[in-house]
T-cell receptor, first 113, second 111 residues
């Protein structure tokens, strides 16, 4: 199947700093990528849809200025958590669609101290 | 609003047992249903994708069925192994590529 690479796998940062997470489709082009957030023992919640060359579409309740998404190429989307606070600590996962199937990155565990 | 429920939430079985995981959804108007596996602290691995026109898919020891009219899907795992221990998630796509996930079933296969 298709491969989606996500980096870093783990980030620990101080409150107030910004963190960038990268999501790459390695063997296919993805005009659309998706960013999810997962709390411990909870399911995945879609945060936003990242569109290559245009603005991201955010789900209701997700702060656009807090979670900046850039999709500058057909193989790369980035999620920047700006001015991170402890409540932003979570597991973030990206995904991309290849043909009719959804493939996921390995996730990023963000811990904000 | 589409809701996806998975039962049971957790399951512990001895090695070699056949088992069934259940997924139900409230709105039958879906395009795809996909089953995933998630290991602790990891991303998701796609197991099986069932398109709306299909009723089942098989891969190795896994078989997934879909009954849209009743809003149900099952994932059958044959001859379970300790390596099958993980959380299994089902997700439905109602359209526009946005997946809605269930809360998962945590499976533990005992050696």
């Amino acid at each position: 199947g298709a491969v989606v690479s996500q980096h870093p796998s783990r980030v620990i940062c101080k409150s107030g700093t910004s963190v960038k997470i990268e999501c790459r489709s390695l063997d296919f082009q993805a005009t659309t990528m998706f960013w999810y957030r997962q709390f411990p023992k909870k399911s995945l919640m879609l945060m936003a849809t990242s569109n290559e060359g245009s603005k991201a579409t955010y789900e209701q309740g997700v702060e656009k200025d807090k979670f900046l998404i850039n999709h500058a190429s057909l193989t790369l989307s980035t999620l920047t958590v700006t001015s991170a606070h402890p409540e932003d600590s979570s597991f973030y996962i990206c995904s991309a669609r290849d043909q009719n199937e959804l493939f996921f990155g390995s996730g990023t565990q963000l811990s904000v101290l | 609003k589409q809701e996806v429920t998975q039962i049971p939430a957790a399951l512990s079985v001895p090695e070699g047992e056949n088992l069934v995981l259940n997924c139900s959804f409230t709105d039958s108007a879906i395009y795809n249903l996909q089953w995933f596996r998630q290991d602790p602290g990891k991303g998701l691995t796609s197991l099986l994708l069932i398109q709306s026109s299909q009723r089942e898919q098989t891969s190795g020891r896994l078989n997934a069925s879909l009954d849209k009219s009743s809003g149900r899907s099952t994932l059958y795992i044959a001859a379970s192994q300790p390596g099958d221990s993980a959380t299994y998630l089902c997700a439905v796509e109602p359209g526009t590529y946005k997946y809605i996930f269930g809360t998962g079933t945590r499976l533990k296969v005992l050696a």
